[in-house]
């Protein structure tokens, strides 16, 4: 075997976290390096029965050391350094693979790592479930489900329901957010879209609606799938995004926070013959100040997920994680978690960012313009003014972040021009994104000249005399 392959795999430049792991860690390294010295001594055996073992040797190395690599990859991924960074005290070193902090209220990304990058999301996908749940309640809202021979057949974790039992809706969604149910979140599916396809499709059309392009949705409750389409996957903006909907957008945000929010809850079937209990298993709820919602979410495919989000000082911090970390590294979610959110409060205030709207703006020039003061002048110069349209200019920034502000303004205009006619308009972006606009307007009337006016002028000063 190639002894410097073997040595490759130990160096930190390919495994930056493979230091940081502990006695786990140095365990691998160590059974790295017996490998290398059998591997070694075998291939300069010089007898044909040794050379024979020493092939035997070279292969099963070359498989152990695979196997060894992969599960270093499992436990160093979680350390990779993002490729850029805006600010030099932004996180750097997450075990997600995928992450990313947003602004709950504006939806700007205020931290991303492989924002991007599409990835199975797992029980994340039950706060999608439960909102649409929720806004269908709004219209019925004492629906009953029947349990179908699908729904009873879920996969653990599950209430487990039997086939024919009937529930209220609103009792699914506690088992559903708190204890992550899969054989509720079917039975959710089908008593308000009548099968989980056709739900899928309610699912998928509302993730378009929020602007969701990479999300794709194939069952109520997150298991990995795949269709013609694709997996079941989403990106961290995206699943941040969808929480922003779940808790400040929809119209059912009160109810979502209410259930998510809810340490536990016991309901029976509709015919009183079983009774339930449930816990929430978000333990975050009960790490930081301020924590209001957040779901867990866990497949093979899709290694440990959370989104959640904390409230505090009026400001909304939602965090979202995928691919972080997979059995025996449950913890990793609510490290990266707490580390986003206490970056997010400590680095961001709300600042005001509201223009001067007295600020210069070049006059417009209104060719073949009317000025009774300056009847021979074939063009008028008037004064610019930015309107007021009351936006919202209270927005979450850090130090060191800087507002762009553009100006698009129409330098000439043909006669005639009305007060406050558009000429333009005044826009502040900040990090690339547009976070209010102003129109300007003209600030005065100007008719068009003509040779009546001019007359008009030169026989008024005439009668002066």
């Known amino acids: 075997m190639d002894r410097e392959k073997i040595t490759g795999l130990l160096m930190k430049e390919k495994y930056p976290g493979i230091h940081k ?8 390294v160590l059974t790295l390096l ?4 059998v591997g070694t001594v075998a291939s300069y055996s010089g007898y044909q029965q040794q050379k024979e073992q020493a092939a035997d040797v070279d292969i099963n190395t070359e498989e152990a050391v695979k196997e060894i690599v992969k599960e270093i990859e499992k436990e160093t991924t979680v350390q990779a350094q993002r490729t850029t960074r805006k600010f030099e005290d932004e996180p750097d070193q997450l075990y997600a693979r995928s992450a990313v902090l947003l602004d709950g209220k504006s939806g700007r990304v205020l931290y991303g790592k492989e924002a991007d990058t599409i990835r199975p999301m797992a029980s994340t996908t039950k706060i999608m479930t439960c909102i649409l749940a929720l806004e269908f309640l709004k219209e019925h809202p004492d629906q009953i489900i029947t ?4 729904a009873a057949a879920q996969p653990k974790v599950h209430l487990g329901m039997q086939e024919g039992e009937k529930y209220y809706l609103q009792d ?3 088992s559903l957010m708190l204890e992550s149910h899969n054989d509720s979140a079917v039975a959710v599916a089908e008593g308000v ?7 899928a499709q309610m699912m998928n059309q509302k993730a378009r609606a929020l602007g969701c392009k990479n999300t794709h949705f194939i069952t109520p409750n997150g298991l990995d799938a795949k269709d013609d389409t694709g997996i079941h996957a989403t990106t961290a903006r995206e699943l941040a995004l969808i929480m922003r909907y779940c808790m400040t957008q929809s119209e059912a945000s009160g109810e979502f926070l209410t259930i998510t929010g809810t340490r536990s809850y016991q309901f029976q079937d509709v015919d009183q013959k079983r009774n339930f209990s449930c816990r929430n298993h978000n333990a975050f709820l009960d790490m930081m100040e301020g924590a209001v919602s957040g779901k867990t979410g866990f497949t093979g ?3 440990y997920c959370y989104v959640g989000a904390v409230i505090r000082d009026d400001r909304v911090f939602i965090v979202s994680l995928l691919a972080c970390g997979w059995p025996g590294n449950k913890g990793y979610k609510w490290k990266d978690t707490m580390q986003l959110m206490q970056y997010g409060i400590e680095h961001y205030q709300y600042k005001e960012t509201e223009p001067e709207k007295t600020e210069d703006l070049p006059c417009l020039a209104v060719l073949d313009g009317f000025d009774a003061c300056r009847p021979y002048c074939s063009s008028v110069n008037v004064p610019l003014e930015i309107e007021e349209n009351g936006q919202q200019t209270h927005i979450l920034m850090r130090d060191g972040e800087r507002i762009e502000k553009n100006v698009t303004i129409q330098e000439k205009k043909k006669a005639p021009v009305k007060k406050g006619m ?9 990090d690339g994104e547009e976070i209010c606009s102003y129109k300007v307007t003209a600030g005065k009337t100007v008719p068009e000249r003509t040779y009546g006016k001019i007359l008009g002028v030169i026989l008024e000063k005439a009668s002066l005399y």
């Open 147 to 150: 349990v179908s021979k699908e």
């Open 21 to 28: 792991n502990g006695k786990r860690m140095r365990r691998l």
């Open 172 to 174: 699914l969604l506690y």
């Open 34 to 37: 017996w490998l290398l010295i």
């Open 422 to 430: 558009v000429m333009g308009n005044v826009s502040y972006e900040l």
């Open 301 to 303: 495919d899709a290694g």
């Open 193 to 199: 879209a009548g099968s989980v396809a056709q739900f």
